[in-house]
Structures are given as C-alpha cells and as structure tokens.
C-alpha cells in the first residue's frame, strides 16, 4: 500500500482503541487473528461497516481459553474504546467521556506505533461474506448481552432450603426404590444456560405445513419448504426478504470465525430450508440467485477437510445442493436463475468432485401421519 493511500484510509477510518490486554492474548477481526505483544493499544484504519473482533484469554502454559467475540458497526472516523478486565478475563465497555474522546482524536498521530492496521488485503473477502448482514439485522440477531461465545455458559439455579429439602427426599426416595448394591453417582448441579446468552436465531418450525392442512397438503409441503419459507418471509422479514440470507451469513460467521456450533447447526437448517424449495423458486427469483452467490464465497472459504470432517460424512450439503439443483433443472424456474444454479453446479463438481447427478441412496417413500390420514407418497 503506497503511502497516500495509507494516510487517506489513516484519516477517514475508524480505530478500535482496546487498552491493559495481556500479551499473547489472542485477538482478531474478520479473518484475521494475531498473538498480541507488549505494545498493542488496539486497529487503526478500519473501513466503515460491520466487522467481527474477537479474543481469548492465554495463560503462561499457552494454553487458549474459548474465544468470544462481539460485531461492531463503525462508522467513519469513528473511535471506539474497550478495557479488558482482568479478573473476568474478558473486555468491559470503557466509559468515555467526549473530552476523552477529542483528546484520543487528537493524539492519533502519537498512538499510531501502538495500533495495528486493519487488514485491507482480506476486506474484499469479508464484505463478499458478510454483504447482506445489515446493521438492523445484526440488532435482531445478537443476544441481549452482546457478545458471541465459542461455548454455551451455565450458570446454577437458585437454591433455597425448601428445594434442598425437597431434592434430599428425592435422593431418599430414589434409593429405596432402587435395590442396586452399586454405588450411586453424585448428582450434578441444576445447571441452565446464562440468560442473555443465546442468539435470536429464527426458529424454524419442525413442520413445514400449515395447520389444519389436508393429507395431501402435508405430503407437499414435508417435501417442499416454501410455507414454511413464506412463513418466515412475511412474519420475520417482511420488509427485506434477503435478510433470511443475512441471518445466513452471520451464522456461518459466527461457527467459522466465532467458533459457536449452535451457530453451525442454524446455518445448516437455513440452507436446507432455502434449497427443498420448489413454489419458491419461481415466486422469490431474485432471493434465490443472491443465495447462490452466498453460498458459492462461504464454500469456497471453508478448508476442503472440513467437509469430511463435518460435513460430508452426514452428506449434509451435497443432498441438500442436490435437491436444489434438480429443482432448477426440472422445474419451471426462470431462465437465468437456471444457469446460473447449473453452473454453480458444474463448479462445485470441478472443485470438489462432488457428484449431483447420481439418484440419492434412500429412495423410500416419505410417509407423513396425522391425526386423520397418512399420506404416503414416492419420494
């Protein structure tokens, strides 16, 4: 980067000043991450927009402990301050007065040694994964504590003496019913997840037919999710229906960068949810052709063991992309949208080897039950 450039970007981007973090305390942004030294005050140059900082705490032994990381929108000029405190092992918001504020703006030039640049070699990439994650998007999504962490936190339910006394019984009682000579584990604490914690995910309903639907109605939509798509487009994402592919994006970032496996596990239903459409297909062109774009950056971003690792051993996105796929070369779907998919398609084959041609393994018939009927249909 030449000079001119750098002091532009100097100027007109944002800086995440973060003070007191350990050294060897690992912290990143996107999808860069670094070991910091004794010297490090926080990033400079950050171009505007929403980014992902994240950090673990490591101790004398090297060992890491689980990241947790928070998204940002910054805006030009912009500074932002963070402490870490050391007895939680995590950052706090710092108080900033706007005296401070202009005293930081002012002593740029003097913390510049101290800051790091922001990676502009990887932006292009980030905004390729990241481009429909709006700031309203992100407000609907994080948890109201504001952080993403790589592990569920627990915390103990409240004990009382009256429940002390009513568990002891419990145990008593379970003894005297159980007439094993072995000997009895100690039981673990009533244990539920932080409040605050978790992500607002759209919950997607186990099933995908409206209620009070006909036999037929069910076996439809069990194979085809477009209600259960437009159920989520009209009541969630009414105002921008690609904010479904936002949620997307987030997800995948907060599993690949983030390292939260719920996350993973909601990317999974949403793109299975998007791809087993049909009606939807041809109603929602526009979403679908954005999907494709969406899914063929994060595809190519995830390391090639990690669909063996993780992926393909349940054949999770290769019979997902199948459905898809035949759906756009059989069915009455736009033109462009088609060729776009199919080659899309033909990529992942060149790349991967994957194969969406061959019929899938299981070719049961789906079997649907309920309270009346049961609908059975070929698959």
């Not at 990033?43 to 090297?62: D, R």
């Not at 108080?95 to 790091?116: H, Q």
């Not at 992500?199 to 085809?224: L, R, V």
């Not at 904010?243 to 960068?257: M, Y």
Request: glycine letters at 4%; hydrophobic letters at 35%.
């Amino acid at each position: 980067m030449d000079q001119e450039r750098a002091n532009v970007l100097f100027r007109e981007g944002a800086m995440l000043i973060f003070l007191d973090v350990p050294e060897g305390t690992e912290f990143g942004i996107d999808y860069n991450s670094w070991n910091v030294g004794p010297s490090f005050r926080g990033i400079k140059m950050i171009p505007a927009g929403v980014h992902f900082i994240y950090y673990s705490a490591c101790n004398s032994t090297g060992q890491v402990a689980p990241r947790t990381g928070f998204f940002y929108n910054f805006q030009p000029h912009e500074i932002v301050v963070r402490k870490w405190n050391k007895y939680n092992e995590d950052i706090e918001e710092e108080s900033v007065s706007p005296e401070e504020l202009e005293r930081y703006d002012s002593n740029k030039k003097e913390m510049d040694r101290f800051l790091g640049p922001y990676p502009y070699e990887s932006y292009k990439k980030w905004i390729s994964m990241t481009n429909h994650i709006s700031p309203s998007l992100l407000e609907k999504l994080l948890p109201d504590c504001r952080k993403i962490s790589s592990v569920t936190q627990f915390v103990s339910l409240p004990s009382t003496t009256q429940s002390r006394k009513s568990q002891a019984e419990q145990e008593r009682m379970d003894t005297d019913a159980d007439d094993s000579s072995a000997p009895k584990k100690p039981k673990l604490p009533d244990m539920q997840e932080k409040p605050g914690t978790r992500i607002h995910y759209t919950c997607i309903e186990k099933h995908n037919y409206p209620s009070g639907a006909s036999a037929a109605e069910i076996t439809k939509y069990s194979m085809d999710s477009s209600y259960a798509l437009e159920l989520i487009l009209t009541t969630r994402y009414p105002d921008s229906h690609t904010d479904i592919l936002g949620e997307i994006q987030f997800a995948f970032v907060c599993f690949l960068v983030g390292q939260n496996y719920d996350s993973f596990e909601q990317w999974k239903k949403l793109v299975h949810l998007l791809c087993t459409c049909e009606e939807a297909c041809k109603k929602h062109i526009h979403l679908f052709s954005q999907l494709i774009g969406v899914l063929h950056f994060q595809i190519r971003e995830i390391p090639e063991d990690f669909f063996v690792d993780i992926v393909s051993k349940s054949n999770f996105l290769t019979s997902t992309l199948q459905q898809f796929f035949s759906t756009l070369e059989n069915g009455n779907v736009d033109v462009a949208l088609r060729r776009r998919g199919l080659k899309f398609r033909d990529h992942l084959t060149e790349k991967f080897k994957w194969d969406f041609i061959s019929d899938p393994e299981e070719d049961a018939p789906v079997v649907v039950e309920t309270d009346t009927a049961t609908a059975i249909s070929a698959s």
